[in-house]
């Protein structure tokens, strides 16, 4: 059984930084293109970043470039989201997300486990 599970969420100031965390287990980590997406309240979950399986494919969101980095340690199963300089727009659910594939894929319909997700709350 797949697990991901977030952490590292919380309440920051604008201009704040954030790391996101997600620790998978059941899958071949190591093999697996992961994915970070988000949701706002009444809005559709959208995409931020992915990485595939050797970290040489990073797409991003045009809205978090430059802000925002992914990566992931293969040995500790492990994907980080590092979010600098936040804004009160990036307020969000943060959602984890994994597929056995090579492809970092951008779109939610792609990806086949996800985690619980983690409040990330940005104030101006």
């Known amino acids: 059984q797949v697990q991901l599970d977030e952490s590292g969420g919380g309440l920051v100031q604008a201009g704040g930084s954030l790391r996101l965390s997600c620790a998978a287990s059941g899958l071949p980590f190591s093999s697996s293109a992961m994915g970070w997406f988000r949701q706002a309240p009444g809005k559709e979950r959208e995409f931020v970043a992915a990485m595939n399986w050797n970290g040489r494919a990073t797409p991003y969101a045009d809205s978090v470039k430059g802000r925002f980095t992914i990566s992931r340690d293969n040995a500790r199963n492990t994907v980080y989201l590092q979010m600098n300089s936040l804004k009160p727009e990036d307020t969000a659910v943060y959602y984890c997300?994994?597929?056995?594939?090579?492809?970092?894929?951008?779109?939610?319909?792609?990806?086949?486990?996800w985690g619980q997700g983690t409040q990330v709350t940005v104030s101006s």
């Open positions: 997300a994994a597929k056995r594939s090579s492809v970092a894929y951008t779109t939610r319909y792609e990806y086949d486990n």
